[in-house]
């Protein structure tokens, strides 16, 4: 990853978050790693903090609007589309899921959520969302996890990276970083669908106990 970021530089970042956030191909890329690990590069001067943080927030935010124009220009067709190598259905159709269970705050929510960041913009324009209030929750969005976790990662690196054997630690500290930064969505979600999930648990234990005919 580090080898990577350094060689794709500042045009390379921006073109990855941007993807992410609201293309079709962008839903396998690795944001919230990305994020971080620019986060610590730039504590070694290896980027520009400050060139770096509007350049991914805007990157962002833009593609989280590239992908609501989208979803308004297609629509409801957008949903019976097929397969193809970068269009999986089923992503689409689970933010659509999560969409309607937490409506616009899911623009905000996604941002920590895999794949389904990427399509969640795309669902908010196909559904008609009032573009002013997406535009809230996409900022939003943008600030959190475009701004936060580079910073996460950048002051991991400033008060850590005297440690020895830093980087050898470093994947841990991702997974780390984006599980604390992702426990506001997760905990959001378990209050609204605990009692849908005992439900599916105790359904499943009853299945278990029933004797076999």
Request: charged share 20%.
């Amino acid at each position: 990853m580090i080898q990577f970021i350094t060689s794709v530089g500042y045009a390379g970042l921006v073109a990855i978050i941007f993807a992410e956030s609201g293309l079709f191909f962008g839903f396998f890329l690795p944001g919230d790693s990305l994020l971080l690990t620019a986060g610590l590069l730039a504590s070694r001067g290896l980027f520009d903090i400050y060139l770096l943080i509007p350049l991914l927030f805007v990157a962002a935010v833009l593609g989280d609007n590239v992908g609501y124009w989208f979803g308004a220009k297609t629509g409801p067709r957008i949903f019976n589309r097929e397969n193809s190598l970068f269009f999986r259905r089923k992503n689409l159709l689970a933010a659509k899921a999560f969409y309607d269970k937490h409506g616009g705050k899911t623009i905000t929510l996604a941002r920590f959520m895999p794949f389904i960041r990427t399509f969640a913009p795309i669902v908010a324009g196909a559904v008609e969302m009032d573009y002013r209030r997406f535009m809230v929750f996409n900022l939003l969005g943008g600030m959190f996890w475009a701004i936060g976790v580079t910073l996460a990662g950048f002051f991991i690196g400033k008060f850590f990276g005297s440690v020895e054997g830093i980087d050898r630690y470093f994947t841990l500290l991702v997974v780390a970083v984006i599980f604390i930064s992702a426990l506001p969505a997760m905990i959001h979600v378990w209050r609204d669908s605990r009692e849908e999930i005992f439900a599916w648990l105790r359904t499943r234990l009853i299945r278990k106990r029933e004797p076999e005919v």
